[in-house]
């Protein structure tokens, strides 16, 4: 899935026929009421959001597909003002399917994953998260660098950590969290730059804290 920023209000999405495999979407039979639909189409707006700072959660959309032969299919999406004819993205999306229905799908989407990615705009908050993990995490970490944002990847198999709930507060209080981790990692390893790998909270903690 590639998302570029047309303009201010604009996004365009090139969805590929191998994002619909991985996805087990079926091109002919695509039906925006489907889970699988419905989990791609709030990745492409977590996605806007974080690559171009995107928001249209409380905006009015337009949502335009259009088919493209090469590649799959294209996704244009704007922003709207006020005077539009179109619903907020909210109505527009619960008009589309039962908004239980999709808080049940993106729960056990994160359960299920194998790591958590969290995201910091600045170094120092990095390292000041690395001081007080130090004393609760162990395990593999490895931190990355797209576009002046820091991104540090934890992999949940492999750590072990004291206290779940003094964990998930220190992360949430330095840095914030990317949701659809699993799709997000591929993204990292393509476009952002590698700094440290596998052990990225204690070599923080040793050189900078």
Known sequence: MKIERINENKIKVTISIDDL???????????????????????????????????????????EAIPDSDEG???????????????SIQKYIKNKFKRSDLRVKRKNYRVSSS????????????????????????????????????????????????NLKSFELIMNEFGKKVNNSNFYEGYLNEHAEK??????????YDYFC
């Open 21 to 63: 495999v991985e996805r087990n979407i079926d091109l002919d039979t695509l039906n925006y009421n489907t889970p699988a639909a419905q989990e791609l189409f709030w990745d492409m707006m977590e996605q806007a959001e974080m690559q171009f700072g995107f928001d249209a959660s409380d905006s009015q959309i337009c949502v």
């Open 73 to 87: 299919f294209v996704i244009i999406i704007t922003k709207l003002d006020e005077d539009g004819e179109f619903e």
């Open 195 to 204: 700094i440290i790998e596998y052990n990225a909270v204690e070599t923080i």
């Open 115 to 162: 790591i958590v990615i969290y995201f910091f705009n600045n170094f120092d908050d990095l390292c000041l998260l690395c001081q007080k993990l130090r004393q609760i995490y162990s395990g593999e970490s490895t931190l990355y660098k797209l576009k002046g944002v820091y991104y540090l990847l934890l992999t949940k198999n492999s750590w072990t950590v004291e």
